[in-house]
């Protein structure tokens, strides 16, 4: 049973087990809510641009979604001591004039709450709230401290975007995961606290721009800040993103326990000196991509394979020392390290990718032996290797490759004959003797005709290549 009741400032819906305000009065300035209202209804207050502050009595518990959304006049929000309060989607989002709230008696804060409530600077967060959601102060421009409550155990995606006078973070002990974007164009950003180091190891970020430390910020443990990184027996997984982007840190020494290291764990890093876990068996996409202060690598034998990216655009790494159990090296593994010259053991080389050395312009010679199977010869022509050692023959390096063209799977004889035009050359040592390699890129053709190659296909092309070529 149900009974509506309507007053100057509100309406009332009476249920047998809750009261609910309905709707507001558009003109109302300030609402003190009445004791006995359970909920406050969704859009209720919407649109309100005259309201100025808001009284919750101690008997709400629920505030509906766009409760109070777009009351761009409200300032000030009070929640007397009571039961525990849920907070449902967008109830606050846009309250741009809203400077203060308690939330010190609310354990569940729906997605988008409080976006865009630019002037809001600080809030108190129930000590039994355990996850803060998706976007819940996005765009709180003004927001300068936030204390954590030690229950906390999430932080959604993009919860925190654009909180742009943030300048530390105290992160609690039990948190374990943070989602995409979650701090991103945090710019003020400058420190993040920690207990414990174990904690970091324990948070799962979702991506680069979760992680604060990808925003400069240093991260500290009591009063140390963490340069030199000494990862403890008993971690056995470096997760994904967790120094990502981390200015400060030079060394990493891992403990023997490590035996994973997740998608661009240390991507973007100024990690310049890095000891692995003897029994590491993993490395993720990425995962030392963009360190730009790495000069070598040795990587243990229980390395099996280089996943994409690993060490791409590292731009002051000379040489890699490759386990002799490593199978695989997948495409732009070391992409755009312009000083390495030197891979060294990949004689258990089953699959080679030429694009993983793509840009590497001061490695000149490669070496193979005869347990190659596979070779992706896909931009060859932007690799500067000159001289190729492979211990098996002649015939077999010949099936091996079959034909070395940069962007199309046709017969390189066929090419060869047509392209009279200059090109480059591999000279390839087999065990019986010498194979001159010749390959021409797409770029080699562009430059013998200046226009639009979009709208041109060169005559003298062989048919198999202007057919190709003309449906682009």
Not at 42 to 49: D, E, I, N, S, V
Not at 214 to 237: W, Y
Not at 334 to 347: A, E, G, H, Q, R
Request: glycine share 6%; proline share 3%.
């Amino acid at each position: 049973m149900s009974n509506a009741s309507k007053g100057n400032l509100f309406e009332l819906l009476n249920t047998d087990d809750s009261i609910k305000v309905t709707k507001a009065n558009r003109s109302i300035e300030e609402a003190i809510i009445p004791d006995g209202v359970t909920v406050i209804g969704k859009r209720a207050f919407a649109m309100c641009k005259n309201l100025k502050r808001v009284v919750f009595p101690a008997t709400v518990s629920v505030i509906e979604k766009e409760a109070f959304r777009f009351c761009s006049g409200l300032r000030s929000v009070v929640c007397e001591n009571g039961a525990a309060v849920k907070i449902m989607d967008f109830a606050f989002a846009s309250c741009s004039s809203l400077e203060e709230i308690d939330l010190i008696k609310v354990n569940e804060i729906g997605n988008y709450a409080f976006s865009g409530c630019a002037k809001l600077r600080g809030v108190n967060l129930s000590q039994s709230l355990e996850k803060i959601s998706d976007g819940t102060f996005y765009g709180c421009e003004s927001m300068e401290s936030i204390a954590f409550p030690d229950s906390l155990k999430q932080i959604g995606e993009y919860a925190f975007y654009n909180c742009k006078c943030l300048v530390d973070l105290t992160l609690p002990s039990e948190l374990n995961e943070v989602g995409t974007n979650a701090f991103q164009c945090c710019s003020a950003l400058k420190k993040i606290n920690i207990n414990d180091i174990y904690l970091w190891y324990g948070i799962r970020f979702k991506n680069y721009n979760a992680n604060p430390l990808s925003l400069g910020c240093a991260l500290f443990v009591g009063d140390e800040r963490i340069c030199e990184l000494k990862i403890p027996n008993g971690i056995t997984e470096i997760l994904p993103y967790s120094f990502a982007g981390y200015k400060n840190l030079r060394s990493v020494i891992m403990g023997d326990d490590v035996v994973s290291i997740g998608e661009e764990a240390f991507c973007g890093s100024s990690l310049n000196r890095i000891v692995f876990s003897k029994r590491l068996m993993s490395l993720g996409v990425g995962a030392f991509c963009r360190c730009a202060s790495l000069e070598n690598a040795e990587l243990p034998a229980g390395v099996v394979a280089l996943p994409e990216r690993s060490f791409a655009y590292c731009s002051k790494l000379e040489s890699v020392v490759l386990s002799e159990g490593v199978r695989e090296i997948s495409k732009h593994a070391f992409s755009y390290c312009p000083v390495l010259k030197k891979l060294s053991s990949m004689d258990g080389l089953v699959h080679f990718c030429f694009s993983s050395i793509e840009g590497c312009h001061a490695l000149e010679t490669l070496s193979f032996s005869d347990k190659l199977k596979l070779l992706d010869n896909k931009e060859l022509s932007h690799c500067s290797v000159k001289f190729i050692n492979y211990s098996g023959t002649k015939e077999n390096w010949t099936k091996l490759r079959k034909g070395i063209c940069d962007y199309y799977d046709i017969d390189a004889a066929t090419y060869y004959k047509f392209m009279d035009i200059p090109h480059a050359s591999i000279i390839v040592h087999c065990s019986d003797g010498e194979i001159t390699e010749k390959y021409y890129s797409r770029e080699d053709v562009e430059d013998e005709y200046e226009g639009d190659w979009g709208h041109y296909v060169a005559p003298w092309l062989p048919d198999p290549i202007k057919k190709m070529w003309s449906k682009e």
